[in-house]
């Protein structure tokens, strides 16, 4: 009779067993590679991609790669076409100009389709905001902030668009901080810095390595900056940071004072080490997450971050952009660049533009 339970016991602890571990196998098949698609394979890094609601994919070209080309349409899985044209690139490195880029890389799109670019200015000493028609290609805005805003040395490289009010949102990782553009106007403003903007005391790790930047471990401050459909609440969070939070557009379009302004800050939640992220429409946030090679999603329901996906091809998703059911996801393996090794360029080509349905 002992012999019997003993048997019975291990039959049922080998179920067990059994279950769990189809469990544990099925979550990670909903993670892994299966669910990425490949949309282009290119010999020069992807900056940040952005994809309109007509379809066209645009991307940047990393600046900290040294690129020949900044800005592109995406038109096969092969094939990268300068964008709005091959004058606009600074090529061989000449120097930028009114109607050429210097060192663009964050871009997103408006409901018209337009295309929306910050240019870092790294090179000009000058941050610039263009907007081109998604059909004539033409430049319809165009901005050099001031000095007292974004001055010498600024890295301004995301930003959110509110085409209904007329204002963008920018991110500086240099000088910590907020700015905002009036496009109506064209004035712009940069608020009080703030303890929100800054990055915490966090190390991104990549394969078991802390990552540099500048010859000590990476602290990139505020970074990632997205903005509700309602056009209500803007969001952000440091790269080397674990929390998100939000602030009032209506209490920054209403030109109250910073002091005013700073106290409508909230912690919405916790977020990944990230490069990028996203609010859609239901209000749930989307990030890259550097450390863990995935996306995590912020449910706006259960108020949780969770995994969307984990894949070793994911190696250093630096942005991704929301589009007909579908999240699109620069990868660029940006650690690997001078700037982060210290030394020579470790990246090895090629580089992709996944994407994974929503």
């Known amino acids: 009779m ?12 080998s179920l067990f067993i059994f279950s769990f571990g189809g469990e544990v196998c099925a979550q990670q098949k909903s993670l892994n590679s299966n669910s990425l698609e490949v949309v ?3 010999n020069v890094r992807p900056g940040n991609v952005a994809v309109s609601n ?7 070209i990393h600046p900290l790669g040294n690129p020949s080309l900044q800005l592109v349409t995406v038109k096969d899985s092969k094939t ?10 600074r090529e061989n490195g000449t120097s930028a100009t009114e109607t050429s880029f210097d060192t663009p890389l964050g871009v997103t799109t408006d409901e018209n389709g337009n295309l929306w670019v910050i240019d870092m200015g790294l090179n000009i000493g000058s941050t610039r905001l263009f907007c081109f028609d998604a059909v004539t290609k033409e430049t319809i805005f165009a901005l050099t902030l001031p000095q007292e805003v974004a001055p010498k040395g600024s890295f301004v490289q995301d930003l959110a668009v509110d085409l209904k009010n007329g204002f963008v949102y920018l991110a500086d990782i240099e000088n910590p901080g907020l700015i905002v553009v009036n496009t109506k106007s064209k004035a712009s403003r940069r608020l009080k810095q703030h303890d929100s903007f800054l990055s915490e005391n966090i190390d991104t790790v990549i ?21 509700s459909d309602d056009k209500e609440t803007v969001f952000y969070g440091a790269m ?6 939000s602030i009032s557009a209506k209490a920054i379009r209403a030109g109250l004072s910073d002091a005013a302004i ?6 919405v939640g916790e977020k990944p080490i990230s490069d990028g992220a996203v609010t859609d429409q239901d209000g ?13 999603q912020w449910n706006a329901s259960t108020k949780t971050l969770k995994p969307i996906i984990r894949d070793e091809r994911l190696l250093w998703p630096d942005n991704i952009s929301i589009q007909n059911g579908y999240i699109y996801i620069a990868v660029n393996q940006l650690h690997k660049t001078t700037a982060f090794t210290g030394t020579k360029d470790l990246g090895t080509p090629p580089y992709y533009i996944y994407r994974l349905k929503k």
């Open 2 to 13: 002992k012999k019997i339970n003993i048997i019975k016991n291990i039959v049922l602890t």
């Open 40 to 42: 282009v394979e290119m």
């Open 54 to 60: 007509k379809g066209t994919i645009y991307a940047t």
């Open 80 to 89: 990268i076409e300068a964008f709005p044209n091959k004058s606009w690139q």
């Open 207 to 227: 394969d078991s390595k802390i990552i540099y930047f500048g010859g000590k471990p990476s602290r990139v401050a505020i970074d990632p900056i997205t903005i």
């Open 240 to 245: 080397n940071g674990k929390a998100w939070y």
């Open 262 to 267: 700073l106290e409508t800050i909230v912690k």
């Open 284 to 296: 749930h946030h989307y990030f890259t997450n550097l450390n863990d090679k995935g996306i995590d």
